[in-house]
């Protein structure tokens, strides 16, 4: 399967975030770990760069980031042509 330049950019988004909201749960447990706290910032830097990468190049992910209407202009899942199949 071939992925494109704009799946390729989501994915790297949606591995840092897991990476971050991982490390989040780890130091609710293990609040004294620096080495996790130190990883934990860099992928929430990551995940905050790839972010505002993607959004300038395709558009707001969510409906808070940008203005409500170019969240409203974006092609709904449903409406690309390979998710009709």
């Not at 992925?3 to 971050?20: D, H, I, Y």
Request: hydrophobic share 30%; proline share 6%; with cysteine.
């Amino acid at each position: 399967m071939m992925v494109n330049e704009r799946e390729k950019n989501l994915r790297m988004l949606s591995a840092a975030q897991f990476a971050t909201w991982e490390l989040h749960l780890y130091l609710d447990t293990h609040p004294d770990d620096c080495e996790a706290k130190e990883r934990h910032g860099k992928y929430a830097a990551r995940a905050k760069t790839l972010q505002k990468a993607y959004e300038e190049k395709y558009g707001p992910l969510t409906p808070r980031t940008g203005s409500g209407e170019e969240w409203l202009k974006n092609p709904w899942p449903w409406d690309l042509e390979e998710c009709v199949k």
